[in-house]
């Protein structure tokens, strides 16, 4: 494990011209859109890239591994929205929740309802690291996973603090990563599982 000291995210300024909208305003145009290929960052709609066979099986991955730990209480859901105001709804990999499918029957989970989000990352990674880590550290979502594909290695992101967060820690091959929800440790995942060798 290695202990990494994050730099602070790219500035989100905006070239001249670009409007950038909020949660509200997405939500109001979204059955206009009628596109399930964007999301929302950063209050922009942005192309969510097409997923090649090693994300995929990733994710699978991931989401057999946290299933199996979760304690009462909380559920998982898999690329679909998170409300994150004042300018994200992002549609993460992978996000576990609070409570149960039912409760989102009506509404989408909000930033008290996450626990933990993960990214799986190739093409997306600059994204994922700048503008996706920015939208969960200031919607102080506690944890923040990043399987980095192109480098190998597991980015797990804790103590967010306004547009960032304090603490980053690689997991490489053959170590295992600390599994926390709520604050608790609930087990561990091996890195092994998570990326493909």
């Known amino acids: 494990m290695s202990t990494v000291t994050p730099q602070h995210p790219a500035s989100s300024m905006e070239p001249p011209g670009l409007y950038r909208i909020t949660v509200e305003e997405y939500e ?9 290929r964007v999301e929302l960052i950063d209050g922009h709609l942005v192309k ?10 990733s994710t699978k991955q991931v989401l057999k591994g946290l299933d199996r730990l979760l304690p009462s209480g909380w559920t998982w859901r898999t690329e679909q929205p998170l409300r994150l105001p004042p300018h994200d ?38 994204t994922d690291r700048r503008e996706k880590l920015s939208g969960y550290a200031h919607a102080a979502i506690p ?19 306004n547009d960032r967060y304090a603490s980053r820690q690689d997991y490489q091959v053959g170590q295992l990563i600390p599994v926390e929800i709520h604050g608790d440790l609930v087990g561990e995942l091996s890195v092994d599982q998570l990326l493909p060798q």
């Open 89 to 126: 709804e992002p549609e993460p990999d992978l996000a576990i929740v609070r409570g149960t499918d039912d409760d989102y029957m009506h509404r989408l989970p909000g930033p008290a309802d996450v626990a933990l989000v993960v990214e799986v990352s190739e093409s997306t990674l600059n």
């Open 48 to 57: 969510k890239m097409t997923k090649k066979p090693e994300h995929s099986w």
């Open 143 to 161: 944890v923040y996973w990043i399987l980095n594909l192109i480098d190998q290695r597991v980015e797990v992101y804790t103590d967010p603090v």
């Open 28 to 36: 109001r145009i979204c059955d206009l859109l009628d596109d399930p």
